[in-house]
């Protein structure tokens, strides 16, 4: 039985035929739309979440399936104290496949521990979320073709950002990236991501905290929020909030090609002016979302279309 | 000083000064109920001085936690007053119920009756990794 807590789970060619799948998906749905019949798919959503939760339920209603969950710890016998473990075993007598999200980092991989269905890591707190890295890099590799030869900014939390530390990771598997780290001192990316996949696999990267800069150079620009939730004191979340707001203004300096994501919810760090502009992708790479968890699902259930 | 050699038990040997009261603690040594001496800075020609701690038991020893205080320690078995084994330890993979997490965030902190498991993510700087949420432990 195969779980997905981590992206690094996945082998670079298991990445690669989830995407090659997701985009035969996104070409022939109909093919998919009955794989998954008789299938359940719970969705234990012990923090709040809307695009995850969603496009959870309707990549397993699109491929003929069912789901049932809850949508925030104050509905399930958490509240009442229950322990992970025992609502994972409680849930495996009811469903062939579980998306969870929980608060507590590392609370997939005890789940994972009792359970005798497949589990997926839907976002343990500020730890691992493996299905947005495959969102990003299904996203990436519809805009670009390919995952090589490209220069990728990452610009706001990069210290909180789970999704950045993802994504990084995933992106360190393939030639002739450069990444370029955009963020205030006090969010930069931490050390032990420099020190165990930049340094050690000789990866091209540079630091800086100036948007502007960086901005001609980029051929892709990852956006993050600064997450209110990650910080213990509010004085610093208010301080840090708005440091980088992408405009038309910022992007007059940007390639004509370049490609904007962003892993939404966003909050300033985008301005609405942007959405418009055809190098805005972060609606669209929302949408990816769907197809390449319709692959995932199928993989670790073993179905094929 | 003289401390009695033992007939039958074990000998935590190479211990690197200061480190017995760690290893005491951390095999549970004060739950036996047979002889155990501890013999802090005893003189070594290898090490200069050393931590000795003699057991008049043999009972089982997680080797895991020997390794990951110090690799350097030997555990030598006495039959009859006899060595007769010697083992050596090495830094073991996995740490399980030795270390606990001190993530705030982490499961095992809010569920403290989950196994804690730290996994060995760097040989060379002798990190361990939280198998829940990946916090780092430098030994």
């Known amino acids: 039985m195969?779980?997905?807590?981590?992206?690094?789970?996945?082998?670079?060619?298991?990445?690669?035929?989830?995407?090659?799948?997701?985009?035969?998906?996104?070409?022939?749905?109909?093919?998919y739309q009955d794989v998954c019949r008789r299938k359940k798919l719970a969705t234990l959503f012990f923090e709040p979440s809307t695009r995850t939760r969603l496009s959870f339920e309707a990549a397993m209603l699109d491929l003929g399936g069912n789901v049932l969950g809850f949508s925030?710890?104050?509905?399930?016998?958490?509240?009442?104290?229950?322990?992970?473990?025992?609502?994972?075993?409680?849930?495996?007598?009811?469903?062939?496949?579980?998306a969870?999200?929980?608060?507590?980092?590392?609370?997939?991989?005890?789940?994972?521990?009792?359970?005798?269905?497949?589990?997926?890591?839907?976002g343990d707190g500020g730890h691992n979320h493996p299905t947005q890295t495959l969102t990003d890099l299904l996203t990436i590799h519809r805009e670009r073709g390919s995952f090589e030869n490209f220069t990728i900014g990452f610009c706001g939390d990069l210290k909180f950002g789970r999704t950045v530390h993802s994504l990084v990771s995933a992106l360190a598997r393939y030639t002739g990236i450069h990444f370029?780290?955009?963020?205030?001192?006090?969010?930069?990316?931490?050390?032990?991501?420099?020190?165990?996949?930049?340094?050690?696999?000789?990866?091209?990267?540079?630091?800086t905290n100036s948007l502007e800069e960086a901005m001609p150079r980029l051929d892709m620009l990852y956006m993050t929020r600064v997450q209110r939730e990650r910080f213990f004191n509010e004085a610093d979340y208010i301080r840090l909030k708005d440091t980088y707001i992408l405009d038309p203004e910022k992007l007059e300096a940007a390639k004509p090609d370049l490609c904007i994501l962003h892993p939404l919810p966003r909050v300033n760090e985008i301005s609405v002016e942007v959405d418009n502009d055809p190098r805005a992708r972060y609606f669209a790479q929302a949408e990816n979302g769907k197809f390449i968890r319709m692959a995932l699902i199928m993989k670790l259930l073993?179905?094929?279309a | 000083m003289k401390i009695d050699?033992?007939?039958?038990?074990?000998?935590?040997?190479?211990?690197?000064?200061?480190?017995?009261?760690?290893?005491?603690?951390?095999?549970?040594?004060?739950?036996?109920?047979?002889?155990?001496?501890?013999?802090?800075?005893?003189r070594s020609t290898q090490m200069g001085k050393k931590d000795i701690i003699k057991i008049a038991d043999r009972i089982d020893i997680n080797l895991d936690v020997l390794g990951f205080v110090d690799p350097g320690i030997t555990v030598d078995?006495?039959?009859?007053?006899?060595?007769?084994?010697?083992?050596?330890?090495?830094?073991?993979?996995?740490?399980?119920?030795?270390?606990?997490?001190?993530?705030?965030?982490?499961?095992?902190?809010?569920e403290p009756h989950l196994r804690s498991e730290f996994l060995l993510t760097d040989r060379e700087k002798r990190?361990?990794?939280?198998?829940?949420?990946?916090?780092?432990?430098?030994r």
């Open chain 2, 5 to 42: 050699s033992i007939q039958n038990g074990i000998v935590l040997d190479h211990i690197q000064a200061g480190r017995s009261m760690e290893i005491y603690r951390l095999l549970g040594l004060n739950r036996l109920d047979c002889s155990v001496a501890i013999i802090k800075n005893a």
């Open chain 2, 77 to 110: 078995i006495i039959e009859n007053g006899e060595l007769v084994e010697k083992k050596h330890v090495q830094l073991p993979e996995k740490l399980v119920n030795v270390l606990k997490c001190k993530n705030p965030r982490c499961i095992t902190v809010s």
């Open chain 1, 302 to 304: 073993g179905l094929k």
């Open chain 1, 100 to 122: 969870m999200r929980h608060p507590k980092e590392g609370a997939p991989y005890a789940a994972a521990q009792v359970a005798t269905k497949p589990i997926i890591n839907a």
């Open chain 2, 127 to 138: 990190v361990y990794s939280c198998a829940y949420c990946d916090t780092r432990y430098h």
């Open chain 1, 72 to 98: 925030e710890a104050s509905s399930s016998s958490t509240s009442k104290g229950e322990t992970v473990g025992d609502t994972i075993r409680v849930v495996c007598g009811y469903a062939d496949i579980i």
């Open chain 1, 2 to 31: 195969r779980n997905l807590l981590n992206i690094t789970d996945l082998t670079t060619g298991e990445i690669d035929e989830l995407i090659t799948v997701a985009e035969d998906i996104i070409a022939n749905p109909e093919k």
């Open chain 1, 180 to 207: 370029v780290f955009i963020s205030p001192e006090e969010l930069k990316l931490p050390r032990y991501i420099i020190d165990n996949t930049l340094d050690k696999q000789h990866l091209s990267y540079e630091e």
